[in-house]
């Protein structure tokens, strides 16, 4: 059968079949890839209607969505989050701890530390000497 094919023939077939060895082994990763983006985002619902606003976001981007990956699955959560419902407890336990890590860096941020103090300009090291 090759013998009778042009070499254009053959290079066409055989890069056709990489693409669907590509394809497939896409495919069979696609659950994993789901699995990782629900732990990404654990406020995701897995409902009917998420799951349409999901693929509407899949066909909007030019992606098809039987082959994923866990960010492009993130990507289109993020643009379409509004669309989502989501698991309200666990969106406003991420608030808090986010609060909590912008306290905990700006606490950070404002202790004393001898060393970056000598690269420090002058206001500001007096700024925070009279505890501005």
Known sequence: MWDQLSPEKVREVVEQKFADDARQKAQAAAPREIQKFFQMHPEYVDCDNNSAVM???FKTLGLDGTIVTAEQCCDVFDRNKELLQL???VVNGQLRQEIRDEIQAERE?????????YAMPLNELARRARGW
């Open 109 to 117: 941020a404002a202790a004393f530390d001898e060393d970056n103090a």
């Open 87 to 89: 698991k309200q407890h």
């Open 55 to 57: 693929k509407v976001g």
